[in-house]
T-cell receptor
Framework: AQSVAQPEDQVNVAEGNPLTVKCTYS??????LFWYVQYPNRGLQFLLK??????LVKGSYGFEAEFNKSQTSFHLKKPSALVSDSALYFC?????????????FGAGTRLFVKA | NAGVTQTPKFRVLKTGQSMTLLCAQD?????MYWYRQDPGMGLRLIHY???????AKGEVPDGYNVSRLKKQNFLLGLESAAPSQTSVYFC????????????FGPGTRLTVT
């Protein structure tokens, strides 16, 4: 069965420091991987995705993520955090070998960036 | 272009009451989804639709029904609300499967007392 794990409920980082939000996944076939961000009282917004090709993908607001097949990970990164990056981040996976109709979301990681 | 809209934004129900949540999208997306979000559990799929007139069960379908009579609308119904259905409900839509990201509505906060 497909699953997504975000091992940290919360990540704290100082403004200007690099940030990493971790995600590992489990699928039976090859994965499509996504990151979404949720600001308070809002719906989720798409940040970036890995479909195929280059393992390092770049997305909105300066975020990037690295796909690591051997470690089944897709960690979200940003070189220099901003206070405005504080939000709830969700990793998600689709299994391309089972039709991809359903997306499985992780439980979310809350990011706090302190000024 | 409004994207994905949801009505209502907030609702309080008594146990046993019924209601319908409306989701509308103006992007001509084929696929639409209903999720519920509970603290510490991420998003769980309730029902989804791969096109007008079609619906399918997701991960947590019990106590909910859906209809997709028009391509742009996806309705979620609660026939007899229970306190366990207190949650935030999100609708999402996308062009297709696999490689396409989803677009989410702003959510409906439902409390069942």
């Amino acid at each position: 069965a497909q699953s997504v794990a975000q091992p940290e409920d919360q990540v704290n980082v100082a403004e200007g420091n690099p940030l990493t939000v971790k995600c590992t996944y489990s699928v039976s076939g090859n994965p499509y991987l996504f990151w979404y961000v949720q600001y308070p009282n809002r719906g989720l917004q798409f940040l970036l995705k890995y479909i195929t090709g280059d393992n390092l993908v770049k997305g909105s607001y300066g975020f990037e993520a690295e796909f690591n097949k051997s470690q089944t990970s897709f960690h979200l990164k940003k070189p220099s955090a901003l206070v405005s990056d504080s939000a709830l981040y969700f990793c998600a996976v689709r299994d391309r070998d089972t039709g991809g109709f359903k997306t499985i979301f992780g439980a979310g990681t809350r990011l706090f960036v302190k000024a | 272009n409004a994207g994905v809209t949801q009505t209502p934004k907030f609702r309080v129900l008594k146990t046993g009451q019924s209601m319908t949540l409306l989701c509308a999208q103006d992007m001509n997306h084929e696929y639409m989804y209903w999720y519920r979000q509970d603290p510490g559990m991420g998003l769980r799929l309730i029902h989804y639709s791969v096109g007008e007139g079609t619906t399918a069960k997701g991960e947590v379908p019990d106590g909910y029904n859906v209809s997709r009579l028009k391509k742009q609308n996806f309705l979620l119904g609660l026939e007899s609300a229970a306190p366990s259905q207190t949650s935030v409900y999100f609708c999402a839509s996308t062009w297709g499967t696999e490689t396409y990201e989803q677009y989410f509505g702003p959510g409906t906060r439902l409390t069942v007392t």
